[in-house]
């Protein structure tokens, strides 16, 4: 429990984008606002942001103080909470003005990080959670500033200040001050020299465009820090398709010099040596989103017509004794039929690849009835043929009760 008083006014202290961004989530758990305080003197006497046409007005700390006299206060600072929180007690903000609760630590955080094109970002279970660095277009600094935001956040929770984790499922409770070391690294879509594709799925939201945190630094040079510098376990790749990178030999290379696991993303389009080793050494997984059991279908989601080719090269990949995943986008009117859906776990049960149903990321209403009864079909004929699936259930949460309903699953 946290020791709001509802009665009291409450400052929220930083108006920067993760306030603003995320105003009505904190309103939501938090109260309203009386109004908001930051450092920038450029941002005094400004409105904010308008949530249910209200508009926040930004104070100074001391005028803030006068105004409201019994105030508590929130950090909504993501960048270096801790540091905030130590400034504002050398300001002389007593402790218990803070909002704050238990201690709390995570075991995710700083063990493990995403690199995409706008910046460093947390590797967090649930959205709305992850924080995010913009790269300085160094990934030595960029590294050096993600890991003390990590301490930053690690101690604040400690104090049991809320931060952007609070309410996050992977927190535990009680103190953890051991220096976390990064042992899982995932490329994501957006770092140069990464964004290469040699498809255009008609689900990609991508479209070889680079958001306003663009990365200057190569994928390759960033593979080369990590085998210099770091000692992660485990490695995703999911920046595009690596088999027609520019970069493919050396990263893979390194890949399998380091004998690092992980995972592989691939549209199988081209058979790669390099992932057939990293395949039969056991050090990957696999990942093919088919999404079609049909030539006509495949050509009609990927704007290429190469199913024969690709079946071809994931049952070369299966002869390497290595684990292959096969995912099922399920896109309306589309592959929502019974001949896609048979051909697809046929395929599947016939390079014995265990499959992952997911559905399009553009769309957040539940599935339609042909959907809902394409996804129903894929774990029924799994179920058949001894297939193993599972279903993406962070994709489906609007689903997941009907299926239990249905006794589907459970």
Same mark, same amino acid.
């Given at each position: 429990m946290f020791n709001i008083e509802e009665k009291r006014p409450i400052i929220f202290y930083g108006a920067g984008h993760y306030a603003e961004t995320n105003l009505s989530r904190l309103i939501d758990k938090w109260y309203e606002p009386a109004c908001f305080v930051d450092a920038d003197e450029n941002k005094h006497y400004k409105k904010l942001v308008s949530n249910e046409n209200r508009d926040y007005v930004i104070l100074p700390l001391d005028e803030a103080i006068k105004r409201y006299p019994d105030y508590q206060l929130i950090i909504t600072v993501v960048s270096d909470p801790f540091s905030v929180y130590k400034y504002l007690l050398d300001l002389g903000v007593?402790?218990? !003005?803070?909002?704050?609760?238990?201690?709390?630590?995570?075991?995710?955080?700083? @063990?493990?990080?995403?690199? #995409?094109?706008?910046?460093?970002?947390?590797?967090?279970? !649930?959205?709305?959670?992850?924080?995010?660095?913009?790269?300085?277009?160094?990934? @030595?600094?960029?590294?050096? #500033?993600y890991r003390r935001q990590c301490s930053s956040l690690s101690m604040a929770l400690n104090e049991g200040l809320i931060t952007t984790c609070t309410g996050c499922d992977s927190l535990q409770d009680g103190y953890n001050t051991n220096q976390p070391e990064i042992k899982s690294i995932i490329f994501g879509t957006g770092l140069p020299g990464g964004n290469t594709c040699n498809l255009e799925c008609v689900f990609c939201h991508y479209e070889g465009k680079l958001d306003h945190f663009e990365r200057d630094d190569n994928i390759l040079e960033i593979f080369k820090y990590i085998a210099e510098n770091l000692q992660p376990k485990t490695i995703a790749y999911a920046a595009g398709e690596i088999a027609v990178s520019p970069y493919r030999d050396e990263i893979l290379g390194l890949w399998i010099s380091k004998g690092w696991g992980g995972l592989i993303n691939t549209n199988a389009t081209l058979f790669c040596d390099g992932i057939a080793q990293l395949l039969s050494k056991g050090l990957i997984t696999l990942n093919c989103s088919l999404d079609a059991g049909t030539p006509q279908t495949f050509a009609k989601i990927k704007n290429v017509d190469c199913f024969q080719k690709v079946m071809d090269n994931l049952t070369k990949y299966s002869q390497t004794g290595g684990r292959i995943e096969l995912k099922y986008i399920i896109l309306d009117e589309i592959n929502d039929n019974d001949e896609d859906v048979q051909g697809f776990v046929f395929f599947a049960k016939q390079i014995n690849a265990p499959i992952q149903i997911s559905r399009d990321c553009r769309v957040t209403d539940a599935l339609s009835e042909k959907g809902y009864d394409t996804l129903v079909n894929i774990t029924k004929l799994c179920t058949d043929l001894d297939v193993d699936y599972a279903i993406l259930t962070t994709l489906f949460e609007k689903d997941l009760y009907r299926l239990r309903s249905d006794n589907i699953i459970n």
């Open positions: 007593q402790k218990e !003005r803070f909002i704050t609760g238990e201690p709390q630590w995570c075991p995710m955080l700083g @063990t493990s990080l995403v690199l #995409q094109g706008r910046g460093l970002q947390s590797c967090c279970n !649930r959205p709305g959670y992850e924080f995010c660095i913009p790269s300085r277009g160094n990934i @030595t600094a960029d590294i050096e #500033q």
